[in-house]
């Protein structure tokens, strides 16, 4: 259990201790300074510990905000402050010093706690300061100023700001004007039940599977029922997030989950549509493979553009400057994020087509949408990276060799001989150029040429580090190049289950690559190089999947693609649930990622 230590001079009437053990904390009370020194050394140093000012008032959601988010490590509101057990040590040391400075006797009007913050800012620890906004978090020094932050108190809505607060604060048009404005409230009901964030997830995942089934039936009534259930699934995929942020139930294990689930989610409901379709007599594996193909590949350009500008400096561009204009007006906002195609949008335009049309006109407007989607945040992105003057860092540089996922041929190549391609992304671009053309030459060995010619090119495209403009579109272009691979050669085979095998190894692959992203933005670095060795590296996967095209016959190749995925599905989802229960359990660090605006 965690405990608040309550300082300075207490006052007759106050709800701060009541306050206190409604969140959780054991309150005790120092007498003094030296006093609270001691009682602070007698927590366990594996608990949270907070030192407030026994004469704070404020509303409850303020301490809330300021004593229990699990994601930082030290964290404090006027009056309060508190420290997880990884930031305890800098808290002791900022209490010592300000015991010594005041000679172990309490501060009869200044607030303790906010002395120690002061001596946190000293001593250069990052201290975490919630945005309160209307709520009010003061420690009055004299009867008057207590009456009238008493007043303020009272005269805002302390549950209304916290429902308001479990919106994300940036979303598309459908889920703030659809769904935020009910779905809060579900958020609020499950957090009055003790659910949890995971089990609202799991929920979603569990809905959104019964949807693909339904789809899957290939009647009228299953579809409909299957886009039905797809919005149910989209409301609860946005009630988790409202959750965790309404109960500050973040962890690291959390933000996996919920990432992860979306896109199995989604990708589930392809292959649901295309068996519907398939009941029907109509084959829409193709559209269906290459809308994830499609839909995976933007996430990429999403994630690399991301972590290649995470920390650059001088990091502006007349773009941008253009974009943070027109956000100031305010019907564009709107217009740009709908015409991006997130994932409220997505869906809901999947589930109405899915309801009244069929499962090929819904793959039609969805890779239309998707296509348009991409070229338009894409070619924003190349206009922000040419007219940007950024020194990207060794950290994203890295960030981004992880994303490209190369593996031991690569690397042997990168080693062993220097081929003068211009650049990181010259070199991509003429692999992927050579492996396009070979896979379309209707010569059957022509795409294993291709394909070692492009496992050469990936091997000179890592040999430096990815620091150029638009070196950031390298990773998207090797994941156009591999899905891409896998999917001409099984539409070539043109046997029944070469495609749904095909899209079974997309499926495994991406999993593993949205968990490299996972990894990284969760600071735990990319997955060990042992599992990328061990599934290939994805120059390795376009070799052997062209070599196996070229030795075997259609049906032999359809058996080689799904044992293939097989293998990769089970290898990645063991290490990946391996690492991400270990984390949760060792005590990882709380993470909240808002991935995709919803």
Not at 154 to 168: M, P, Y
Not at 224 to 248: E, K, N
Request: with cysteine.
């Amino acid at each position: 259990m965690p405990t608040a230590i309550l300082t300075g001079q207490p006052v007759p009437g106050s709800s701060i201790e009541g306050d206190l053990r409604s969140l959780g904390f054991d309150v005790r009370t120092a007498a003094d300074a030296a006093d609270a020194e001691t009682l602070l050394a007698e927590v366990p140093g594996d608990q949270r510990v907070a030192l407030v000012d026994a004469r704070f008032v404020g509303h409850l959601h303020a301490l809330r905000l300021g004593l229990t988010d699990p994601r930082f490590p030290l964290a404090a509101v006027p009056g309060a402050v508190t420290a997880r057990p990884d930031g305890r040590q800098a808290l002791t040391r900022a209490l010592a010093r300000e015991n010594s400075a005041g000679g172990g006797t309490a501060l009869a009007v200044e607030s303790l706690a906010d002395h120690v913050v002061a001596a946190l800012d000293t001593d250069g620890a990052t201290v975490h300061r919630p945005e309160l906004g209307s709520l009010v978090a003061a420690v009055p020094e004299d009867p008057q100023t207590r009456n009238e932050a008493r007043q303020a108190v009272a005269a805002v809505d302390d549950e209304a700001v916290r429902l308001k607060s479990a919106v994300k604060a940036r979303d598309g048009f459908f889920t703030t004007f659809c769904i935020s404005p009910y779905s809060r409230y579900i958020a609020r009901w499950c957090a009055r039940r003790g659910l949890t964030p995971n089990q609202v997830t799991t929920a979603s995942l569990l809905t959104a599977l019964i949807a693909a089934g339904c789809a899957a039936t290939g009647t009228r009534g299953g579809f409909v029922a299957a886009g039905v259930l797809l919005i149910a699934s989209f409301v609860l995929d946005c009630t988790d997030g409202q959750l965790a942020r309404y109960s500050l139930q973040y962890s690291t294990l959390g933000a996996w989950l919920d990432a992860t689930f979306d896109r199995a989610k989604e990708y589930a409901y392809y292959a649901g549509l295309a068996l519907g379709a398939a009941r029907g007599g109509d084959d829409v594996w193709a559209l269906a493979l290459g809308a994830m193909v499609l839909q995976t590949c933007r996430h990429v350009v999403d994630f690399s553009f991301t972590e290649a500008n995470h920390d650059a400096t001088a990091n502006t561009s007349p773009t941008a400057a253009l974009s943070d204009r027109l956000d100031g007006v305010g019907w564009t906002v709107w217009v740009r994020r709908m015409i991006v195609l997130p994932i409220g949008e997505r869906w809901a335009m999947i589930a109405v087509l899915t309801a009244v049309t069929t499962p090929r006109i819904t793959f039609y407007a969805l890779l239309a949408g998707c296509a348009f989607a991409a070229t338009y945040t894409t070619a924003g992105r190349v206009l922000r990276s040419v007219t940007r003057k950024a020194q990207r860092t060794d950290r994203a540089a890295r960030a981004l060799a992880d994303l490209a996922d190369n593996g031991a041929i690569a690397a042997l190549v990168g080693r062993l001989a220097r081929v003068p391609l211009g650049g990181p992304l010259p070199a991509a671009l003429a692999g992927t150029a050579v492996l396009a053309a070979s896979l379309f030459s209707g010569v059957s060995w022509a795409p294993v040429c291709g394909a070692v010619v492009y496992a050469v090119t990936s091997g000179q495209a890592l040999s430096r580090p990815l620091k150029g403009a638009l070196d950031w579109l390298v990773p998207p272009l090797f994941r156009a190049a591999e899905y891409g691979t896998v999917l001409v050669l099984a539409v070539h085979a043109d046997v029944n289950g070469a495609l749904p095998a095909a899209f079974g190894l997309v499926a495994a692959v991406a999993y593993h690559h949205y968990d490299t992203v996972y990894r990284i933005r969760g600071d735990a670095g990319a997955p060990p190089a042992t599992l990328v060795r061990a599934i290939g590296g994805q120059e390795g996967r376009t070799l052997l999947v062209t070599v196996l095209a070229a030795l075997l016959t259609a049906a032999q190749f359809t058996v080689a693609l799904t044992v293939l995925a097989v293998v990769v599905a089970l290898v990645v989802l063991a290490e990946s649930i391996r690492f991400w229960v270990a984390s949760h359990l060792r005590g990882a660090p709380a993470v909240h990622d808002e991935g995709e605006p919803a």
